[in-house]
């Protein structure tokens, strides 16, 4: 049996090793069109910012090596022209010596990746405009920042990519500027956390400009002009704004696409044509949280599919079972980490979700590197299982966000994450985990009564309510919501006498300990309606900032 | 109701605020002999170690901080002598005026804790002489240190404690020996894994004494003398040799202890006495794994236990699942973990097991603050679930253990793993994690026929096997296992025709991906039995160190 595969970066590369891996009976043979296989795509803006990280490092296996390894054919500088799945066979140029031929599959991998989204602007084909696409577009960068010495950069888009670039570009001396389109950084995240990693970017001196376009790049690249009026000078302009599907080779060949203009493939990565497969950035991907096929283009997610594909090809019983869909980065100090829904798209999908926002330190507090995390966790009601979650913080991000994957894969509810034995000790846990306080909130909420309301919930509806910030005077006084009454929690008790017990009362302290005990309270004493503010006074803050004194 | 609490540290505590929470009409009353109240003893070490730590740091929260938030009534310095659990009257002195008195309740929470396992040995009560048991005898450690300023320390036992303390004694300039009575650090945990914490001491210029007991102390705590004869000089004697149950005040009362000396509770933590609660490091638990009782006194598993008391005495449903007895300790730069069975358990029990050994870095290995990972995974053959793990290295190891804990709560098969999808991007994972790959490796050896065979069974059974070294000629020539062919994995296939397919071989390379390359090959090829070595030559190295050249 002969297999062809299109493409040779993640999943192109796994589905041949597992194919090998179980079988010195096929021919395998990739076609790349570009000069670097198997590479860490993810790792390109390290490689800007980072001297010691070198080409190399970023391209660890070659042709030779996946020859002598797995006796795989990898065919580099070779692009695929036309794919017949009738006659199965490719059309393939050579493009180091413009030769052209054709090859004939049995089984057909197509794992042509993703291109990036590149804005029709005037001047985006200026010589300083980089796109983030390839080893050899991040070689370029740094080449064109050792040579020219740039002292400014313009970022278009503000994902993880341009955020990740504006640390590293930043590390190199440059000024950065971020220009976002949305209305916050990172789109897929809830606004109220995006303004964490804004804070965050301004913080470190990044400029920021959200809800704006760039209309066009003029004077050889050196303005960047946005729809707005601004004009930006810059010494260069990193384009990252996503990237979409490379699947211009199989368009109007009957080949099934999904929304997101991916290729749709069932669980055991096959396409609606016989015996072609597809994986990883040019496909759609099943949500475990939905079922509704979402585009995640990860090394981590195509790497599974290349797996899955090469063992199915071979007869095993691997089938991929869908993704949350998480994602990860780190931009400065703050790592942010996301999966499944956000609270946007649960309200969109007309779920009945509990929020919460949890405000812990990472490990004891008394050590001087423990830091504050914020996760916000989305609970649809009536299952009780997480739907999502988002987590900004300097420390022990990646932790918690995958022990909230590995809970969600297996179907937890929220009260589930209380009983986990998670491991303890002061430099890397507090005695209770973050993880586990989550739980206990939402656990609480849905269960027991705990009713949560979050900032935005509030301000929507501020006059149904009747705000109590059982915060010290103190902090009171230096700021307070609109309105707020300031009953100190230890003189709750004696003032709530003489309240209405059947008015609707938010409470709230610094972060919601406090203000879920005075809930406690107020409930215990037979008042009938009461919230805890999610993330409290702290979480309020980020999202309207003002300071009433009044 | 009228609810008495004994021991206000992690247990007591959490039993009380949960019942304050869920009620305003309890009356809640706790003793305590010490001074402290749920404070953090795990971070003791800690505290010793370093100045910026205080006492008030340990201890945040005193009876008055109880009393305003909760109306919780404790009383610090005062002893209870003796329970009637006929007559519901407990006996109390209080230490500070000598006062006795009875109190009565309508439940019990006994939350005693544990003390230390003081060995019975001359000059064991020498001034130099400290156990790790409370904030005050850290304190006194501190003291000692400042006023006395000694030059070197004993540590009696190498357990978590230990080993913490090794560490934070030698920042503060001393030199340390530790003494182990058991053949190795870190008695629960496996040798070849407690191998590489011995490596990291001795690297660290600890000196380490295992298979070795105290048999005097001498001279006003001037030596340390062992069984087998060694003199040790010394300026200060540190006990760490683990703790028991404090459980003297209901001895021979009728009320039910395991073999461990802990009292039993059932899920709700009712002991077997009516009305009576139990919680904490005085009892025992039950183990998800195997479901026998276990003893793992954990500030993080008392919380747990509090707090479930608290909620069932309110007429709550929370109820204990039990814990697969996760534990996690750093010494110096080396994080150490583990939860589930050991090896040595799974084999005491007579399951029928599969082990790996797995080897890789916690982050994209180009990074420079990149670490490698030991993970050791036990797998029960059968039923393909998780029984332990243990984890070694100097990043990432907390969130590792975390997923696997999580894993095994929700009863995950080793395939289950691979198709996590834990975030991925170059700072804080491969794009297969190492978890992933554990689990990879144990469904491929329980599922795919690719078996592993740890180095310990290798040698045990050296002479049934054909060693085939399938690194680089340069690398065998630095050392290999004795009697091993090399036989470079690109050159394996050709040289492999002329082998007895019938023979038992044993492949390896450095860490094991070769290894399973070439594992895979033979058998592809035909070959009837070949296993790959668990963690490859490193692994190999750790546990039997010898370099043969022949």
Partial sequence: MRVLIIGSVAGGTSAAAKMRRNSEDLEIVIYDMDKDISYSGCGIPYFVGEDYISREDLTPRNSQWFKKRFNIDIFTEHKVTDIDFEKKLISVINLKTGEAFTDSYDKLVIAVG????????????????????????????????????????????????????????????????????APHVMPSMDYEMALYIQDHLLKNGVKLYTSEKVES??????????????????????????????????KNKGIKLGLHGGIIVNDKMETNIPDVYAVGDCCEVKSTVTGEYIYRPLGSTANKMGRIAGDVITGGNLRFRGVPGTGIFKTFELTVAQTGLSEKEAATRGIDYVVSHNIKENQSKYLKESRELVIKCISERKSERILGVQIVGERGVDKRIDVFVTAMTFGAKVSDLFHLDLAYAPPFSTTKDPVMYSGMILDNAINRGRQLITPHELMKNRDSFTVIDVRSKDDY?????????????????????????????????????????????LLNLGFKEVYNLSGGYSQYKIEFGRVAKD
Avoid: W
Wanted: charged share 25%; with cysteine.
């Fill in 114 to 181: 993703a291109n990036p989204s590149i804005p029709n602007i005037e001047g985006i084909d200026s010589a300083n405009v980089f796109p983030v696409r390839n080893v050899q577009s991040g070689e370029r960068i740094k080449i064109f920042i050792k040579e020219k010495n740039p002292k400014s950069a313009v970022i278009i888009g503000a994902g993880f990519i341009g955020l990740e670039m504006a640390e590293n570009l930043k590390s190199r001396g440059l000024d950065v500027t971020l220009i976002e389109s």
């Fill in 217 to 250: 790049i003029t004077e050889n690249g050196r303005y960047v002009n946005t729809l707005s009026g601004s004009k930006i000078a810059t010494d260069m302009i990193v384009v990252a704004t996503g990237v979409k599907p490379a699947t211009d080779i199989v």
């Fill in 477 to 521: 006084n230096k700021g307070h919501i609109d309105g707020a009454i300031n009953i100190p929690h230890e003189e709750l008790k004696e003032t709530a006498k003489s309240f209405d017990k059947n008015k609707k009362y938010v409470v709230h302290c610094n972060k919601g300990t406090t203000g879920n005990a005075a809930q406690n309270l």
